[in-house]
């Protein structure tokens, strides 16, 4: 991080232009935040001026708004109801297809998609932690997966550090935040007036000599590591450890998971926001004509009926032990399958919960009294 | 262990219905073989490892392999019709097609434990996984101990291949133990859980390797029974069963603690196992 | 025991109307091009909405819309069913009891002696129920008004020999899978999708606007939890009873999801 800055160009605020141009330039098409009915979500980008400058999202649990920003910034809001997931792990997608003649003959066909080259403007640091996660489900080395890999690919990421939490946020505790410190191609630190440049890949760099940017001053770089410093000490929640795997699955009988069960909806939200969630469905859907069908994947959550099905029984038939399938996975389990938790901190099943469940809140009563490193 | 990889990590391939034999009202077996021929060839499984079937337009089912490894003239499944696509394959009849895709996940440590005496407890349907290892085992005879098979079922139907486990209750240094919750007229096995059967069992605990398939309650009870009479836990294997829907460690569906089922099982040693092992919800 | 057809039949099907508004007979007339390939793969032996007019013959596969609501319904339904292989209940009206169910907690002699100037005129039974209440129906289809997709779906896994599947899960699935927001989070408005099956899409939220209900629903849905949070955005007893008295009022577990409302209130 620190060498990261020490390479840093300035761009003034009026030039951010200049940005798009560059990466329109190297044959990417952007996409940036956009105000859609209240909040903001990342939309195809075609200048600056369309940015949603001078907003913050105030979230609590199970409630986002967008208010005005003081220091008419680009970047003050903590983030949006996704984050890039839905850019490389779609939320629908065909695998494959049969095709079958009129004697019942079976053929397969792939599908392979041809996703466009992206830059996504505005990305988090806690999206970066949880794509790097997201890749190594879906990229190991042994078995990588087709259509993601693919979409994966066309994407350069043009990070941001964050200013502004939310009070949902509580990416200083988990470790993958607010300034962002690998997996991005361009990095922006927005100050008063202008952004530090961190290039942070060759196609970064390839992007950041294009934009011909005077180095940054001393004085710029202590102001963005201030920053920084500043966002992580005003997160008001934390988890108490990054590694919460012991504590909670010595916690598998505890009350509380019966008491979060009667407020919780099951409707899968926090699944869906979640950056990190991986789980899908296959699915079929063959044509009327009876002659092809597509084989489809499809987001799925641990909190719907169907997940647990086995043949005669439901493995998980009850809301309790759904909500503790996701808590465990996400923050115990996750451990022995990638070696850390699958919990970035971004705060979305927080705000995006319609029931309020605060997931913090949730894994200091299951622990209470625990001893905390 | 041997683990065979699937042929490829595309879509399924074609293969046709050989034979199709009902074995009790709701339990069938598909002999399928893959139309490509160097596919077919290709193929390759250890026992203990499924294939994804897929049924044109409605899904894919993942199916244990119950025929034996060696067996070139085809690839045996046996199936319980249940739900929408396993009724949907029992209505198949020789020549029709189904798609394949396998082999996945990590099969019984049949080369690892030459030797020793070969304990198989199963419970229900879950003698279709282990049957595979009896064939194994039989076809490899000088290569094992003593054989016990124990199998327990509900109802006195539910047990299917009663002609082979009178067949294999015949032959030399071999023991076949059978129970049922609840007896019926004419059955010559006994009456109770499957549990009870143990401390008949004939074989050296010392050098011993239990093999389970079944509910999972009942594993539990058959692993302690078994460790009470001194079978080390590290000889101790049981197969899994979960939602699978990727059969390659992606949906997330199978997911039992930090493994996945698929991809990880669903042969698993009983010390990876048995800290969830019959824990509801998991 | 399965919903099934042989699948190298070409089924006869009939789609009868009861007390409905007729929505559901228009998913299929909605279905465009797939409503040709369909008359390809069935024989539509009955249809009175599409033109083919022949109730009393046996199909394979009866689409019933509508609720039960009359004298002369009770015993047409039973006529269909001893003539149908399998009965396939389709919409609110035919699940649920549908909107007009809305009368079932009320006086039926009084509010028709308010409305009608003849009430004699008026044959109508005290409730209106789902024709589950009547015969025994092989499948439900919820949604006021069942979508195409949902439609096609049965129509698919019947001819290929199979039982139609059975999607119980929420309708905020599909909102997700669409890449909305959530309404009830960004907007605070009492949003129905979490205890809603889906299968319309998350056709309202992909309108700005709140889920109120109409799929009927879903399976584990936590009415207690979403009462109270309506009620911590703001919403009266009252209107948290009106959110689950719409229109499946009549479904189970919206009933006793308002009636518990009710119930604190007094």
């Known amino acids: ?373 | 262990m041997k683990i065979h990889s699937p042929i490829d990590s595309g879509p399924p391939h074609a293969a046709t219905v050989l034979a199709r034999t009902q074995e009790s009202p709701t339990i069938f077996t598909l002999k399928l073989q893959l139309d490509d021929a160097a596919a077919q060839a290709a193929y390759r499984f250890a026992p203990g490892q499924f294939n994804m079937l897929y049924l044109y337009g409605v899904g894919e089912v993942p199916i244990s392999i119950m025929s034996d490894p060696g067996d070139r003239s085809g690839i045996g499944h046996t199936i319980r019709a249940l739900g929408r696509v396993t009724q949907g394959l029992s209505a198949l009849q020789p020549g029709d097609k189904v798609g394949l895709r396998g082999p996945f996940g990590r099969g019984w440590p049949l080369q690892e434990v030459g030797g020793n005496d070969i304990v198989l407890v199963t419970g229900g349907l879950g003698c279709a996984p282990v049957v595979s290892v009896i064939h194994y085992i039989l076809k490899r005879r000088e290569r094992f101990g003593k054989l016990v098979i124990i199998q327990g079922v509900k109802h006195t139907e539910d047990l299917i291949w009663r002609e082979q486990y009178d067949r294999w209750a015949k032959l030399p240094n071999t023991q076949v133990l059978v129970a049922a919750s609840q007896g019926g007229d004419k059955w010559p096995w006994h009456v109770g859980h499957v549990v009870e059967l143990f401390s008949l069992a004939r074989f050296d605990p010392t050098c011993a390797t239990a093999m389970m398939c079944g509910p999972e309650g009942m594993m539990r009870a058959a692993a302690d029974s078994l460790l009470q009479r001194g079978l080390s836990p590290m000889r101790l294997f049981l197969s899994m069963e979960r939602n699978m829907q990727c059969a390659v460690g992606r949906c997330g569906h199978c997911q039992f603690g930090g493994a996945f089922v698929c991809r990880d099982g669903p042969v698993f040693s009983w010390n990876e196992a048995k800290s969830l092992l019959g824990h509801r919800g998991f | 025991m399965a919903v099934t057809l042989q699948p190298s039949i070409k089924p006869r099907v009939a789609v009868h109307k009861f007390s409905s508004c007729d929505g559901c007979q228009l998913a299929f007339l909605n279905l465009g091009e797939d409503l040709l390939a369909l008359a390809e793969r069935v024989e539509l032996v009955h249809f009175a909405e599409a033109g083919p007019l022949d109730p009393d013959t046996d199909v394979d596969v009866a689409f019933v819309e509508g609720s039960v609501s009359t004298p002369e319904d009770q015993t047409r339904i039973q006529h269909i069913r001893q003539h149908s292989r399998l009965l396939i209940a389709i919409g609110a009206c035919a699940t649920s009891g549908g909107i007009q169910a809305l009368r079932n907690g009320s006086n039926r002699a009084e509010w028709v002696a308010q409305i009608y100037s003849h009430p004699e005129a008026i044959d109508s039974l005290e409730r209106s129920t789902p024709i589950a209440n009547h015969v025994k129906v092989d499948f439900e289809l919820w949604g006021c008004p069942v979508s195409g997709p949902q439609i096609l779906a049965v129509v698919n896994a019947l001819l290929l020999g199979v039982a139609p599947h059975d999607n119980a899960d929420k309708v905020c699935t599909e909102c997700k899978r669409r890449n909305l927001t959530c309404v009830m989070v960004s907007h605070g408005v009492a949003c129905m999708g979490p205890v809603t099956r889906a299968g319309c899409g998350a056709l309202c939220p992909g309108l700005g606007r709140d889920c109120y209900g109409c799929y009927g629903p879903a399976e584990n849905a936590n009415t207690d939890a979403l009462a109270a949070q309506f009620s911590h955005l703001g919403l009266t007893p009252r209107a948290i009873a009106r959110r689950f008295q719409s229109i499946n009022s009549q479904a189970p577990v919206f009933l006793a999801a308002a009636d518990k409302v009710r119930a604190r209130d007094d």
């Open chain 1, 1 to 373: 991080m620190t060498s990261g800055f020490e390479h840093a160009g300035f761009l003034s605020v009026e030039h951010l232009n200049s940005l798009l141009a560059g990466l329109r330039a190297n044959a990417y098409q952007c996409l940036g935040p956009s105000v859609v009915n209240g909040a903001i979500v990342m939309r195809e980008l075609h200048t600056a001026d369309a940015l949603p400058r001078g907003l913050q999202a105030a979230q609590t649990a199970g409630q986002y708004r967008l208010t005005p920003d003081p220091e008419n910034r680009y970047f003050a809001w903590a983030n949006g109801p996704q984050a890039i997931k839905p850019q490389a792990f779609v939320p629908q997608e065909s695998l494959w297809r049969a095709e079958r003649d009129e004697s019942g003959v079976l053929q397969f066909v792939a599908v392979h998609p041809e996703p466009a080259r992206q830059a996504i403007i505005g990305v988090r640091a806690c999206d970066l932690a949880a794509l790097a996660l997201q890749d190594a489900h879906f990229l190991p080395d042994t078995r990588r997966d087709a259509h993601y890999a693919r979409r994966r690919e066309q994407l350069f990421l043009v990070a941001v550090q964050c200013a502004v939490p939310a009070a949902t946020c509580f990416c200083a505790s988990t470790g993958d935040g607010p300034t962002p410190t690998v997996g991005y191609d361009l990095m922006l630190v927005e100050l008063a007036d202008g952004f530090v440049v961190v290039p942070g890949s060759d196609k970064g760099e390839a992007v950041f000599r294009m934009l011909e940017l005077p180095a940054v001053t001393p004085q710029q770089i202590e102001a963005a590591r201030q920053q920084g410093l500043e966002a992580a000490a005003a997160q008001t929640r934390s988890l108490p450890s990054p590694d919460l795997r012991e504590a909670l699955m010595k916690q598998l009988e505890h009350p509380r998971w019966d008491e979060v069960a009667t407020r919780c909806l099951a409707c899968g939200n926090c699944t869906a926001v979640c950056p990190t969630c991986f789980c899908h469905a296959e699915t079929d859907t063959p044509v009327l004509d009876g002659r092809s069908s597509e084989h489809v994947r499809i987001w799925d959550s641990c909190f719907g009926e169907s997940h647990g099905h086995l043949h005669g029984f439901n493995v998980r038939p009850d809301i309790r032990s759904r909500y503790r399938q996701w808590l465990t996975h996400k923050l115990a389990t996750w451990h022995d399958q990638f070696g850390r938790s699958g919990c970035v901190g971004c705060g979305r099943c927080i705000a995006w919960c319609p029931a309020g469940i605060d997931l913090t809140e949730e894994v200091a009563a299951l622990t209470a009294g625990e001893a905390q490193p």
